[in-house]
Nanobody, 124 residues
Framework: LQLVESGGGLVQPGDSLRLSCAAS????????MGWFRQVPGKEREFVAL???????VHADSVEGRFTISRNNYKNTVSLEMESLKLEDTAVYYC???????????????????WGQGTQVVVSS
């Protein structure tokens, strides 16, 4: 499965941004999809996931501000980000993995396929 993220950019605090991830080369609907983010010197951090069945989980740090969704017809997963904060600055990665064990899917090891990442900078 190949994953390509898009939609990153430079925004101001309080702004909104929508990230997209396009998947190809596999049976997209059978994968759980996740978004992670990483800043230099830190581990990759879980942001949100959507299972193959459509259930969603968001990290506490983004709950109520970010929304993950998937479109199995277009083979895409999106991350709608609102009320962005300075601390949301990071490279955002899309990931895909089999299975639906939520605890595992909240960690990077729960995913076999990763995109190249898209940079989000929140700055005033």
């Amino acid at each position: 499965l190949q994953l390509v993220e898009s939609g990153g950019g430079l925004v101001q605090p309080g702004d909104s941004l929508r990230l997209s991830c396009a998947a190809s080369g596999g049976s997209f609907s059978g994968y759980a999809m996740g978004w992670f983010r990483q800043v230099p010197g830190k581990e990759r951090e879980f942001v949100a996931l959507v299972t193959s069945g459509g259930s969603t989980v968001h990290a506490d740090s983004v709950e109520g501000r970010f929304t993950i969704s998937r479109n199995n017809y277009k083979n895409t997963v999106s991350l709608e980000m609102e009320s962005l904060k300075l601390e949301d600055t990071a490279v955002y990665y899309c990931a895909a993995g089999r299975g639906s064990h939520i605890a595992t899917k909240r960690t990077a090891r729960g995913y076999a396929y990763w995109g190249q990442g898209t940079q989000v900078v929140v700055s005033s």
